[in-house]
């Protein structure tokens, strides 16, 4: 009986050795091509507006600057609601939706900015007053972008390249000067620039520098990971813009040049790419801003092409 057991416990320790050496077979990430953003109407003729989601109702925020009004979206990609027609948000830029269901619009000029908490509905319940932030976020600080994840807002300045982070009443909780990160000096901070920015469910900051074709990944103690090699063959950067991620981890790139998606897994291997430059309703003209809802990429474009929606599946 000894004997016996200890040939089980051999051929275990060998099974699980055997086991362990195997190749893991990397997930494959497909995508394809649902509809482009509608009204009644139609498909709504975009460009380059910021997107943002609401995970919970399965509902896509549109930005659009051109005509500073906000309109939501269903799953079907229907148009379900909209505000801010009369005016009264000023300039809006990019909106964030929080999980307790309110709505943050900012809104700027080129000198100013503000930012408008509005209800479910898109009604304004006031202005968001921020309050104890450094001199470094008063000064050479003029945001542009806005997210939210897991109760903090995330306000961006991709020019100057810095975050600054609050609670969604407005009290700064910390702060990413990110070309001080990187290590650049004030000539090397003024001719980069980021261009796309997102939060990941791990509260890792991603985001690309199209001078440099790379895109970055920063987690909250500012431990950096860069990735992304220059040219124009499937998985390389030219013009790099929106980045976001998707619940497993997966990374989905814009190239604005190259008019595609580009799909990595969360160890950052290339794994597919998608839209690619032409007319028919799955290509892309210029993609530039990017936000994952649940197994949905939405990317914004040019040329009055809209924003198309696809499906991700992964096995």
Request: net charge neutral; with cysteine.
């Amino acid at each position: 009986m000894k004997k016996q057991k200890h040939f089980i416990l051999i051929l275990l320790s060998l099974l699980l050795v055997l086991a362990c050496s195997l190749p893991v077979v990397a997930e494959e990430i497909k995508a394809s091509y649902l509809y482009t953003l509608s009204d009644f109407n139609g498909p709504l003729h975009y460009n380059w507006v910021s997107l943002a989601a609401d995970q919970d109702k399965r509902e896509t925020y549109v930005a659009d600057p051109s005509d500073k009004t906000v309109r939501v979206f269903n799953e079907s990609g229907m148009e379900v609601y909209r505000f801010g027609d009369n005016g009264e948000l000023g300039n809006i830029t990019t909106v964030a939706v929080a999980n307790t269901g309110d709505i943050y619009v900012l809104s700027r000029t080129n000198a100013a900015y503000g930012i408008t908490r509005c209800n479910f509905r898109g009604d304004p319940q006031g202005k968001l007053e921020l309050k104890n932030l450094p001199p470094e976020y008063t000064t050479d600080f003029l945001p542009d972008y806005i997210t939210q994840r897991d109760g903090h807002l995330y306000l961006v300045d991709r020019n100057f390249m810095k975050v600054a982070v609050t609670d969604l009443a407005g009290v700064f909780e910390t702060g990413y000067d990110l070309a001080t990160i990187l290590g650049f000096d004030e000539k090397k901070r003024r001719d980069s620039g980021i261009n796309g920015f997102s939060i990941d469910r791990q509260g890792n900051l991603l985001f690309t520098i199209p001078v440099y074709f790379s895109a970055y990944i920063m987690t909250p103690d500012k431990k950096l990971r860069t990735f992304g090699t220059r040219g124009s063959s499937p998985g390389k950067f030219n013009i790099v813009s929106g980045i976001a991620a998707d619940d497993r981890g997966n990374i989905y790139v814009a190239d604005t040049l190259r008019c595609v998606v580009i799909a990595f897994d969360k160890d950052l291997n290339f794994r597919t790419e998608f839209g690619y430059r032409g007319l028919d309703p799955d290509n892309l003209i210029a993609p530039m801003e990017i936000v994952v809802n649940n197994d949905r990429v939405y990317v914004s474009q040019s040329r009055s092409r809209g924003v198309n929606v696809y499906r991700i599946l992964t096995n």
